[in-house]
């Protein structure tokens, strides 16, 4: 992590308000650094739904990848993994305090009521600097994130996780870190396991289910983003998804501390 202070002058600030897209890691990458493993198709069938599954060594530069059609260039509304955005918006806009359990659950109606306060015209500033998705927050501005009108691929959620954990979003230091900090987290002396986990209803009706986050072992962090589909419009993002993620991830040999 950088020493830099965790408040910049303002002209450092204004500096960041610039276009800054998200990241398309896989895209951007040689085939060289991108191994696909189909092999993870067993955890999504057994769980009895469709999804792809994505994960950045970054020590390395390497990625592991199920579904990379899927991952790559297929978009889904993002559910509540947009209170990540949102988040960052209300702590360095003061709407938000140091009191980051906003991020611990998928609290819409919390949600909606901080985009009211931000307002359609700042939170469209910071969706277009940050690149994020398409951009797109029409409809209804306490729920825009859930209407099927913004969309984001695997491969951009991947990169912005990365550089939420890097500190290298257009925000202040030290609200990245509480926006981190507000993330579920999983402790042990083997591993840390730190995400965000969403459900939303995508075209069709489907479920669409994220979790995205990073696991860190030996202080090496690894991002990782799962997606899932369901045609059962309730899924338990939880209950379905992460024993997926955890079989996806005992298999490529974490939680021993190893790693």
């Known amino acids: 992590m950088s020493s ?33 493993d189909n092999s993870f198709k067993k955890y999504f069938d057994s769980a009895g739904v469709n ?39 209300g702590v360095q806009t003061g709407l938000v305090k140091d009191d980051s359990s906003l991020l611990k659950t998928d609290r819409e109606n919390g949600f909606g009521l901080l985009a009211q306060r931000i307002g359609k015209d700042t939170l469209k500033k910071w969706v277009d600097s940050l690149g994020y998705g398409n951009k797109n927050i029409s409809g209804p501005i306490d729920s825009f994130w859930l209407n099927n009108h913004l969309k984001i691929t695997s491969d951009e959620q991947l990169g912005l996780i990365k550089k939420l954990y890097f500190d290298q979003l257009p925000f202040y230091q030290h609200t990245q870190l509480l926006v981190r900090q507000a993330l579920l987290t999983e402790k042990n002396t083997n591993y840390q396991l730190i995400y965000k986990a969403a459900r939303g209803i995508g075209d069709g009706g489907h ?18 983003v799962l997606n899932l589909e369901s045609v059962n419009a309730d899924l338990d993002v939880l209950h379905t998804g992460l024993p997926v993620l955890k079989s996806i991830l ?8 190893k790693k």
């Open 4 to 36: 830099e202070s965790p408040v910049r002058r303002k002209s450092d600030f204004r500096s960041w308000l610039v276009f800054f897209p998200l990241v398309l890691l896989v895209a951007a990458c040689s085939q060289n650094n991108v191994t696909v």
């Open 51 to 89: 999804g792809s599954f994505g994960l950045f060594d970054n020590g390395q530069g390497k990625f592991t990848i199920y579904n990379l059609n899927r991952f790559r260039d297929s978009t889904y509304l993002p559910a509540g993994t947009f209170d990540i955005v949102q988040g960052l918006i």
């Open 207 to 224: 479920a669409i289910g994220w979790i995205m986050g990073w696991v860190e072992e030996n202080k090496h962090p690894y991002f990782f």
């Open 250 to 257: 005992e298999q490529m040999g974490f939680f021993q501390g």
